[in-house]
């Protein structure tokens, strides 16, 4: 006995043309209006203008403010007499911020004290041991 083989095609191709045009003419034209209305659907939807809401564009403040609570352990000031300037770096321990620098436009040991202890807030004896001054 000889046995046929079938394929899985063999429904459609033995039915006599069942699966002609009738099934295969609608397909492109179906795709073809599948791409026009996905071009037309892109079309509508980047033509419209990008809004963007209000909470979402920063508003620049004037300043902000930051409080934290540091253990200075030294300061060193570098008084630089030709340019008239003096450069401080406050080291610190127990936060994240390790060192803190500052460039006051004198060079006068006082003033430069004074001038670190309104921008650490803490009293000008306190600044006047913790300091360590280098001339250049």
Known sequence: MTRKRRTIFAPL????????????????LIALGIWGGAGWLDGRVLS??????DDTIPIRQGETYLTM????????????EQSGSTSVVVQTV???????????PFVDFAEVERAIATDLD???????????????
């Open 13 to 28: 191709l033995s039915q006599g043309g069942r699966w002609g045009l009738e099934f295969w003419l609608p397909l492109p």
């Open 48 to 53: 419209q203008p990008r809004t963007i809401p």
């Open 69 to 80: 609570t540091l253990t200075v352990t030294s300061i060193d000031a570098e008084i630089d």
């Open 94 to 104: 127990g936060s994240s911020l390790q060192a803190l620098e500052f460039e006051y």
């Open 122 to 136: 803490l009293p000008v004896t306190t600044i006047q041991t913790l300091v360590r001054y280098r001339l250049d």
